[in-house]
T-cell receptor
Framework: GAGVSQTPSNKVTEKGKYVELRCDPISGHTALYWYRQSLGQGPEFLIY????????DSGLPNDRFFAVRPEGSVSTLKIQRTERGDSAVYLC?????????????FGPGTRLTVL | QQQVKQSPQSLIVQKGGISIINCAYE??????FPWYQQFPGKGPALLIAIRPDVSEKKEGRFTISFNKSAKQFSLHIMDSQPGDSATYFCAARTGGGNKLTFGTGTQLKVEL
């Protein structure tokens, strides 16, 4: 079956602009996660959804970052007033449910470059 | 605060050799320790995982060794192959939690 998909695969924007990154999880997966991976680093947790609600948004760096999952499936990560430091690969993952030994399946990521 | 420390940063191994990557953690609330493999342009993929109630888990050529008292765990890749060349990340998750805390990664190159 299809894995986690993310669009766009690459996004180049200018400092100060607004961007939206989309994640389509594996069908039937109720939990969805966003991570950010800077060059040469491991992924860093941003936010996690169980169904439609954000169950843990402790990793969002500041209020310029916001994510939604209105119907419990597709999620959008929104970044306002982008800064050069926001440049990274944004990874989305999904799992059947949360907790336990539940495997998180990762998408290929969206590479965001802020000029 | 880096809660999971990973070493080495890079590793070169000859084909057929053993690759060893080490991780250490600080948070004793962690109770699930997966290893991920990442190829360029791809997302991380789960390789093998362990809980702290066992000291070793083996799946094919991949083995996790876990030392709870030392708060350390390692990945051993036996009979390393060129196709194993990738970046490997250790990670940890708290009991009942959902977010993974990743190490900084090890870039493995297996040479012929």
């Amino acid at each position: 079956g299809a894995g986690v998909s993310q669009t766009p695969s690459n996004k180049v924007t200018e400092k100060g602009k607004y961007v939206e990154l989309r994640c389509d999880p594996i069908s039937g997966h109720t939990a969805l996660y966003w991570y950010r991976q800077s060059l040469g680093q491991g992924p860093e947790f941003l936010i996690y959804f169980q169904g439609t609600g954000a169950a843990d948004d402790s990793g969002l760096p500041n209020d310029r970052f916001f994510a939604v999952r209105p119907e419990g499936s597709v999620s959008t990560l929104k970044i306002q007033r982008t800064e050069r430091g926001d440049s990274a690969v944004y990874l989305c993952a999904s799992s059947l449910w949360s907790g336990g030994n539940n495997e998180q399946f990762f998408g290929p990521g969206t590479r965001l470059t802020v000029l | 605060q880096q809660q999971v420390k990973q070493s080495p940063q890079s590793l070169i191994v000859q084909k057929g050799g053993i690759s060893i990557i080490n991780c250490a953690y600080e948070n004793t609330a962690f109770d699930y320790f997966p290893w991920y493999q990442q190829f360029p342009g791809k997302g991380p993929a789960l390789l093998i995982a362990i809980r702290p109630d066992v000291s070793e888990k083996k799946e094919g050529r991949f083995t996790i060794s876990f030392n709870k008292s030392a708060k350390q765990f390692s990945l051993h890749i036996m009979d390393s192959q060129p196709g194993d060349s990738a970046t490997y990340f250790c990670a940890a998750r708290t009991g009942g939690g959902n977010k993974l805390t990743f190490g900084t990664g090890t870039q493995l190159k297996v040479e012929l």
